[in-house]
């Protein structure tokens, strides 16, 4: 290591950090003084075997900067922060976990299917599973958001894009569950595995029926760039990827964005007396404030002189984008949950821009906006009442649990 390496006397490996949400302190005390930081993974909880340690890029523009930049910050050594074989790389992300030309054709080709025209056309069915949801909680007087609300939404609209037979889909959602929870150990490989089987048989299905399905699925199939085409297994990574990545961020963002708004009531009140007008800019805020997903990792490709110090070939790089998003030089109390900000900027959480900026981003926005809508319209009063429990993480911001009331008694 360099002699000017900054360490700042903790590491954002440490479990203990993260036991009540975002290590909000730790973070602002390296964006302000830590702009880029080495970081040591010793042994853990989380990871018995510990690391070889990582580089954090906190600050919103640095953030931002090296999501665009994948020649010099790749995502094709993976972007979970602990070193995988090629082939766990591979069935963990797919797509995610690409750069250079294999990641441009794999996303050409999805991108021909997953249009913002496309996922427009779904409003009907998110509303329709958004009533399913509502309609389990309305008469009661306590309920639990995550648990017994918002915990399949996102899952069953993910299921209607692939064309999941109904029968199939409570444990495809559990093999889910079990898949995110264990983030990066041995069994959470195993669980996506079995989801990418069981979407390589789908797809094999869908591949050799005659029919004029309209489902994503079918398009994904047939769609093709340059004459190519992706293979089953490809289908099956990809459909991997989009139930986790889609499943628990959209969780999250609601769950998270409803328990902020008990935080900032004025912001809420001020949403529901002119939603439509003021559902764009209060999704991405809500989106901005909760973050769902804390961080990704790059890899360096060569040498980086940054802030004084070496970042050497090989060197993972994590890209914290909770901090980014709290970056007070481009969001002026940060910390605030504020529906009528305006920023020059956009946030991060979506990825930061440049080729892997998040594909799923315009249906993650019409879930929130749809799922509030009908939330506020079926039950205006519906209200927090105790505490949330956390997921204890360093990659999700998510809640187990939040009480809350109907508001109905």
């Not at 991108?111 to 958004?130: D, G, K, M, N, Y």
Request: with cysteine; aromatic share 8%; proline share 5%.
């Amino acid at each position: 290591m360099n002699s000017t390496l900054q360490t700042p006397g903790f590491t954002l490996a440490d479990p203990s950090l993260w036991t009540n949400g975002p290590a909000e302190d730790e973070l602002r005390i390296l964006r302000e003084n830590h702009p880029l930081s080495w970081h040591e993974e010793p042994s853990s909880e989380w990871f018995p075997e510990g690391g070889r340690g990582f580089w954090s890029l906190v600050r919103h523009e640095d953030v931002s900067a090296a999501s665009k930049d994948q020649d010099t910050y790749s995502s094709g050594q993976g972007t979970e922060l602990i070193d995988m074989p090629a082939e766990m790389v591979r069935t963990y992300g797919g797509m995610l976990n690409m750069t250079g030309e294999d990641h441009a054709k794999h996303r050409a080709i999805v991108s021909r299917v997953f249009t913002p025209r496309t996922l427009a056309q779904l409003a009907p069915q998110i509303l329709e599973h958004a009533r399913t949801c509502i309609a389990r909680i309305k008469d009661r007087e306590d309920f639990d958001f995550m648990e017994d609300l918002v915990a399949d939404f996102p899952a069953q609209i993910v299921c209607d894009l692939m064309g999941v037979p109904a029968e199939d889909r409570p444990e495809l959602i559990r093999l889910t569950g079990i898949a995110l929870a264990g983030n990066g150990t041995a069994e959470s490989y195993k669980t996506m595995t079995q989801i990418v089987e069981y979407a390589k048989g789908l797809a094999a299905r869908v591949e050799v029926a005659a029919s004029d399905d309209a489902s994503l699925l079918r398009k994904l199939v047939d769609a093709e760039v340059n004459g190519e085409r992706l293979s089953n297994e490809e289908v099956g990574i990809f459909l991997a990827l989009l139930l986790t990545a889609g499943i628990e961020t959209t969780a999250t963002s609601i769950g998270q964005g409803f328990y902020a708004m008990s935080q900032y009531p004025e912001q809420r009140k001020a949403w529901q007396e002119d939603y439509d007008a003021l559902a764009p800019r209060a999704v991405e805020e809500i989106v901005r404030w909760v973050t769902p997903v804390m961080h990704f990792r790059r890899t360096a490709t060569r040498d980086i002189e940054l802030y004084g110090q070496t970042i050497r070939k090989g060197d993972k790089v994590l890209l914290w984008y909770t901090s980014g998003n709290r970056d007070e030089s481009v969001f002026p109390e940060a910390e605030k949950l504020d529906f009528s900000r305006e920023s020059e900027v956009p946030h991060v959480a979506f990825g930061g821009g440049g080729p892997h900026f998040c594909l799923g981003a315009q249906l993650a926005r019409l879930e929130i906006s749809i799922f509030f809508k009908e939330l506020f319209q079926t039950l205006p009063n519906v209200a927090v009442n105790g505490e949330p429990v956390r997921l204890h993480s360093n990659f999700v911001n998510g809640l187990a649990h939040l009480p809350c009331t109907t508001g109905r008694a």
